[in-house]
């Protein structure tokens, strides 16, 4: 079956320090990847997607992902981490022949200064 | 830039009550979406919707809840007869084609359903 794990529910980072987040899924073949983020009272925003290409794709807000395939892996990072970038983070996996997103259960992400 | 808005975006009902919660999807989308996020849960796929008719449902999308585009602009989703486990978060999306064709989804800001 389809799944997404991302094994980290809760991380907490000062301002300024690097980030990653991990992903990992379950599927068959390539699917398309997601990173969405969520913050308090609002929907969810796409920060980056990955179909196809060069394993390294570059989002929004200074986040970037790279798509591991030996490793089912799709990790989201940003080198310096702003005070608004806390918020609620999920992965999700598009399977290329059904027309659902299957999403991780979600990482929140807390910012000390 | 273009949204998806959904209204309210909070909602309180009664248990067996009918509830209905609306989306406005973007104006040039052909894809509709409604997707749910119980607390502290994983966002779930409910249903899908093009050309008028269900494209692809979820198990959790049984005969209680429904979905109409009553209208050019807006798209619902229907639950009949609401449980207490029905509480949850309530994501519309829209799309501009099929997923996959580079082409993710855009989602409303939610509607938080609270079954009592």
């Known amino acids: 079956a389809q799944s997404v794990t991302q094994p980290d529910i809760h991380i907490t980072v000062s301002e300024g320090a690097s980030l990653e987040l991990r992903c990992n899924y379950s599927?068959?073949?390539?699917?398309?990847l997601f990173w969405y983020v969520q913050s308090p009272g609002q929907g969810l925003q796409l920060l980056l997607k990955?179909?196809?290409?060069?394993?390294l794709v570059q989002g929004i807000k200074g986040f970037e992902a790279e798509f591991k395939r030996s490793q089912s892996s799709f990790n989201l990072r940003k080198p310096s981490v702003h005070w608004s970038d806390a918020a609620e983070y999920f992965c999700?996996?598009?399977?290329?022949?059904?027309?659902?997103?299957?999403f991780g259960t979600g990482t929140r992400l807390q910012v000390f200064p | 830039e273009p949204e998806v808005t959904q209204t309210p975006s909070h909602q309180v009902t009664q248990m067996g009550q009918e509830v209905i919660l609306r989306c406005v999807p973007i104006s040039n989308h052909l894809y509709f979406y409604w997707y749910r996020q119980i607390l502290g849960q994983k966002v779930e796929f409910l249903v899908s919707f093009y050309n008028n008719e269900i494209s692809e449902k979820s198990e959790i999308f049984d005969d209680q809840f429904s979905v109409e585009r009553p209208d050019g602009s807006n798209f619902t989703l229907k639950i009949r007869s609401t449980k207490l486990e029905d509480s949850a978060m309530y994501f519309c999306a829209s799309n501009k084609r099929k997923q996959g064709l580079n082409s993710p989804l855009h989602f409303g800001n939610g509607t938080r359903l609270t079954v009592t």
């Open positions: 599927y068959g073949a390539t699917p398309y």
């Open positions: 999700a996996v598009g399977p290329y022949n059904t027309d659902k997103l299957i």
């Open positions: 990955y179909f196809s290409g060069d394993t």
